[in-house]
């Protein structure tokens, strides 16, 4: 066996919704770690991909994170852009750095916005505390913070909840989290950020990065995948009394 960086492991289901020319589109399940860390030295997402993909991920190295451009928290699902090349890599990072990749989550929040759509400009600063009986690193709203951008859109509301979809402009730690927050808004099912009653009204984190949309960086062909919401998401929908009617039409057309 090749000597890898990071430990190969089948056991990771990696399931690719787009691959073409060094660009991959993978899908990462809730409560599944995107790289290794304390406690998940084998079991993250990028373990599963090294099972795939090991020696052009080995090629990238650490500076490159192993073909990884970003992450997701771990209770948040979602679509993952990676790269097994370094021209691939590097057009990559360039569109980040440049904000070109746009990058849309849908969110169950508590309560609604007064708007049916708008933009949150608060900047965020993150910090270190204790949390959950372990030290952990996140984020608030803070005049000395780094500027965060969210746009947002409503796409059902009820009495309790609202279900809405939202692009992440800049790419702050726990963003979505805290600025659906910091509007009155927050997230079901976050143990962090939300208030008791909240957090304990869903299994898991209700986020989920369902659309990514960017330029191929070796054929400058325009890409855009979509992954469904998953089923946890629908039923906590359901029994809020959100209609799924619209998002399930526009998944349709961005061709899910």
């Known amino acids: 066996m090749a000597n890898f960086s990071i430990e190969p492991n089948p056991l ?7 691959e073409h020319e060094h660009v991959l589109v993978v899908e990462k399940p809730a409560r599944l770690v995107t790289i290794p860390g304390k406690g998940h030295d084998r079991n993250s997402l990028l373990n599963g991909l090294f099972a795939l993909r090991g020696n052009e991920l080995q090629n990238l190295g650490k500076g490159r994170d192993f073909g990884v451009l970003h992450r997701l928290d771990r209770e948040t699902s979602g679509l ?9 890599y590097d057009g990559l990072r360039a569109q980040f750095e440049e904000r070109k990749v746009r990058k849309f989550y849908i969110a169950i929040a508590a309560d609604s916005p007064r708007q049916d759509s708008g933009v949150i400009r608060r ?18 709203i803070s005049p000395s913070g780094n500027p965060a951008v969210t746009a947002y859109r409503v796409i059902s509301r009820s009495a309790a909840a609202s279900l809405l979809e939202c692009r992440a402009v800049t ?4 963003q979505l989290r805290v600025h659906l927050q910091s509007i009155g808004c927050p997230i079901f ?8 009653a909240v957090a304990a009204a869903a ?10 949309a960017f330029q191929h960086p070796l054929t400058g062909e325009q890409v855009d995948v979509s992954w469904p919401l998953p089923r946890e998401m629908r039923s906590v929908a359901k029994r809020l009394n959100l209609d799924l009617a619209d998002l399930d039409a526009a998944s349709k057309k961005t061709g899910s």
């Open 203 to 212: 299994p898991r984190l209700m986020l989920h990065a369902h659309r990514l």
């Open 80 to 88: 993952l852009l990676v790269a097994t090349s370094a021209g691939a």
């Open 189 to 196: 099912g976050d143990d962090v950020y939300a208030p008791p």
């Open 123 to 140: 900047p965020i600063a993150e910090y270190r505390a204790s949390h959950a009986h372990k030290e952990m690193k996140l984020a608030k």
């Open 171 to 174: 790419g702050k730690l726990h």
């Open 12 to 18: 990771v289901p990696v399931k690719v919704r787009y």
